[in-house]
Each structure stands twice: as structure tokens, then as C-alpha cells.
């Protein structure tokens, strides 16, 4: 994600600001990035932050199965709060609870947040930024290596050392919003939550985390869901199972949202963080860097998904897609100097118009038919709407009519759609799924193809 995708180095002939890939930095800006989350995955739990600040860093071994035996520590800290600021997103830092301390934990939080007056903040004004970066979001670890590898089916081991990190930073907790762990259903801990919160909050008497992250990946690499086929080669059924096992991010929110209902104290408001989704196909495995090829079925999953956390933005309130660069269901392909944008990146694009919106329920209680998934939100000046429609027929068009007062004018209408389902973005071919302009037609009735993913935005 980071070598390559994002930070190409200073030095390189590759066009980049500070290091970093200009056409990621305008990618991320088109398709309205508002937060990043890093050290993301595993490493989150492998990453000493000190290694990766200072002019003189060096490789270090990489503990964790991978294409290289060595961890490049260029991109670091300071490099990744300059993307944040270039791209204008939001940062999230995820600390290190598997393999990491308390104290370093504390110093980190020092280092971003602290005055030049403080010893690790001093540090930082040495590194060139004297102003403190004022992190709002901190992570707690990630699931895999504090679940799978170290607590399994123990939660109060996690929730223990969850509390050793908060008490670090114990006088500054009205400072900042922490992330904690959740747990998918594919995890089979029906309690694990619920024993972790019931811990931290000592039986509901004190405040629990702001937030709890959920990870789940469906496609052909999980074993429930071998059903989906390859990143290319699916038929009709395996395109179906794709889009139904979205149901299963329901039943996660729907899970955690009964156990914070149950086990923290409605004193204190506990969301979701749902912040690692995507489809993971077959094909990506660690002897190619977990890289695989999207379809447009890619792109109809994530729009299905985003319209699944929209419904539940009340406690969703950051759904961070898998991987930005190169990795799964990224954003961006990148190799040396070419790069192209995924089916997936044109949907955050077009789906951008709905942040910072409200949600109109009633118009999708009205949706004719079952493979239609319709979203619409409205503004708080009540004189724009934005309506999202995704098509999930595999073979049938569409004939709608959108029924809005006459008050309402079309704005923009765009579709991502091509005739064949299978139809891919590649570095020779970097076009050929992306939004085109939608003509709507007179009194907004208009034919919807197959497959495909519609917005329009109507203003007074």
C-alpha cells in the first residue's frame, strides 16, 4: 500500500509533493477521502513508530508473512500526517497493543499531540513541525494479532491491556476518541465483546470506547464464502452470492449495536468504526502482495455496502474501506510511473455527495423491486438531494421514474456501468469503467441498465 502506491521518495522522477504520489493525492481529493487510518492491518501491531522519524532510519526485519523480508521505515509518522493534510482527511493512528508498551504508546501520543515544551513534541519540532498534529482518533490495537494470536477467546486479556494503554494517557481522554475492538460474526466469540465492554466500563459504571472497529472481508479467499468465484471468472450465481453476503455486515451491526445497547452505560455513546470491508478474491495471496484485478461487480459490492452503512449512520460513523493503494479492494493500482483508478474508487467519486447529508428513508420503503438499492440524502439547507441507485440485475434493465415536486431541478446525473459485468481498469486500459454523464430524459423517467450504478442530484 505505502511503497510504490503511495510514497515513491522525494528523489523520484515519478511526480510526487514531499515524496507522495501526486496522482494518489488527486485521486484521493477526487473521491472525497475524509479519513485515513494507519498502520492499518497487522502491522498496526508490529509497528514501533521511533523507527519510522529522524533522518536515519533503517530497514527492519518483517515479522509478519509478506513479499519482502524487509520493512522500509521512509514513510513514517510525520510523512503520513502530511498526506492527511494533502488530501484533507481526517487521521487515524492505531497503536501497537500486541507487541508494543504502554509507554511507547504514551510517547507517541507525546510526539503528535504534545507542546515543544514536552520531551517527544521537542522531538518533533527537531523533525519540522513545531505545532502539535492534535490526533483525534486513536486506535487500540488491531484484531488479528490481539485476538487470533494473542487473547483468543480471552477478552478481558485485551481489556486489560486496553486499560494499561487509556491509563497512560489517562489526563487526556477528554482530548481525544478511542477506537477499541469489536469482532465479526465470522469470528464465532459470541461474548467476546460483551466481556471486553462489561471490563472496561466495570460492569457498566464508567465509560466504555467512543467506538468499536469491525473487520470483515467476503470473496473467494474466506472459506464461507467460496461461493463467490474468482476476481474474474464468475457466472451469475457467484455474482448473486457476492452482493447477498452483504448481509452479514448487517448482522454484524446489528450485533454490536444489541451488545452497546447492553454492556456500556447509554451515559456514554459507543458507535462503529467499520473500518476493514472489502471482497477478497481468491487470487490475492501473499506470493503476489495480496493485489487482485476488480471487476465492475467490484464496484456494484461497494456501492451495495456503502448504502448498508448509510442506512446505519446513527452508530456507523467511519466505514473505512480496505486498502487505499495496490492491496485487495484499493482505490488505486499503481506500477512505477503508470497508475490507474479501480470500479471501486468511482464509487467513493459519486457516492461523495452524500457526506454530511441526511438520510431520506421513505424513498427506499417505495423501491419497486428487490435488485434495485436506492439511497437518497438531503442537506441541511433542505434545497439539495442526492439519490444513489445501484442496479443489481445481473441480465434486466430498469424502467424508473424518479417522483420528486416540480420545485426540484436535475443538477448532475452520472453512471457507472459497461454491457459486460466482467469488464476491468488495467494500466493499458485504464478507462474502461469509470462515471459518464447520464442523460435522465424528460420528466425523469429514464431506463436503468444491468449492473449498473446511478447518481443524480437535484437542487431547488
Request: charged share 25%; net charge negative.
Amino acid at each position: 500500500v505505502i511503497y510504490d502506491g503511495i510514497w515513491v521518495g522525494k528523489n523520484s522522477d515519478i511526480p510526487n509533493i514531499d515524496g507522495i504520489r501526486l496522482s494518489v493525492i488527486e485521486g484521493c481529493k477526487e473521491a472525497g477521502i475524509s479519513a485515513v487510518r494507519w498502520p492499518g492491518g497487522c502491522c498496526a501491531d508490529h509497528y514501533h513508530w521511533k523507527d519510522g522519524i529522524g533522518k536515519s532510519r533503517k530497514d527492519r526485519m518483517h515479522p509478519i508473512p509478506t513479499t519482502t523480508d524487509l520493512w522500509n521505515h521512509e514513510f513514517g509518522t510525520d510523512e503520513f500526517m502530511r498526506l492527511c493534510e494533502l488530501i484533507d482527511a481526517e487521521p487515524i493512528l492505531i497503536a501497537n497493543t500486541a507487541t508494543g508498551t504502554a509507554q511507547e504508546f504514551f510517547d507517541w501520543f507525546e510526539y503528535c499531540n504534545g507542546s515543544v515544551n514536552t520531551k517527544y513534541g521537542y522531538l518533533r519540532s527537531q523533525n519540522g513541525h513545531d505545532a502539535p498534529y492534535k490526533i483525534k482518533y486513536w486506535g487500540m490495537g488491531n484484531t488479528d494479532e490481539n485476538v487470533w494470536w494473542i487473547d483468543y477467546n480471552d477478552p478481558v486479556s485485551y481489556a486489560k491491556r486496553y486499560m494499561q494503554f487509556m491509563t497512560s494517557v489517562r489526563g487526556y481522554w477528554k482530548d481525544f476518541k478511542v477506537i477499541g475492538l469489536g469482532l465479526s460474526k465470522r469470528h464465532k466469540m459470541d461474548d467476546w465483546v460483551a466481556g471486553y465492554l462489561d471490563h472496561v466500563t466495570r460492569k457498566q459504571m464508567a465509560k466504555g470506547p467512543d467506538y468499536l472497529s469491525i473487520h470483515h472481508y467476503i470473496g473467494s479467499a474466506k472459506g464461507a464464502y467460496k461461493d463467490c468465484g474468482g476476481a474474474i471468472d464468475f457466472n451469475e450465481s457467484e455474482y448473486y452470492a457476492s452482493i447477498r453476503a452483504l448481509s452479514n455486515y448487517q448482522s454484524d451491526i446489528d450485533i454490536h449495536r444489541n451488545t452497546i445497547q447492553e454492556h456500556t452505560n447509554p451515559k456514554y455513546e459507543t458507535k462503529i468504526c467499520f473500518d476493514e470491508w472489502g471482497l477478497w478474491h481468491k487470487e490475492a495471496t501473499n506470493d503476489n502482495g495480496t493485489r487482485q484485478i476488480q471487476t465492475l461487480r467490484d464496484g456494484i459490492f461497494a456501492a451495495c455496502a456503502m448504502h448498508l452503512f448509510y442506512r446505519n449512520c446513527d452508530i456507523v460513523e467511519f466505514a473505512m474501506q480496505t486498502q487505499l493503494a495496490n492491496l485487495l479492494q484499493s482505490l488505486f493500482e499503481t506500477e512505477g510511473k503508470e497508475s490507474y483508478k479501480t470500479p471501486t474508487f468511482y464509487v467513493f467519486k459519486i457516492f461523495k455527495e452524500h457526506i454530511g447529508q441526511y438520510i431520506l428513508n421513505s424513498i427506499d420503503k417505495d423501491k419497486p423491486d428487490d435488485n434495485l438499492d436506492i439511497i437518497a440524502s438531503i442537506n441541511n439547507e433542505k434545497d439539495r438531494i442526492v439519490i444513489t441507485i445501484v442496479n443489481t440485475d445481473y441480465l434486466k434493465s430498469k424502467d424508473l421514474k424518479i417522483l420528486i415536486d416540480d420545485s426540484w431541478v436535475i443538477e448532475k446525473a452520472d453512471i457507472i456501468y459497461s454491457e459486460d459485468i466482467h469488464c476491468f481498469n488495467s494500466f493499458s486500459n485504464p478507462d474502461n469503467i469509470k462515471d459518464t454523464v447520464f442523460n435522465i430524459g424528460r420528466n425523469n423517467n429514464f431506463t436503468m441498465p444491468s449492473h449498473s450504478i446511478l447518481r443524480l442530484v437535484y437542487t431547488k
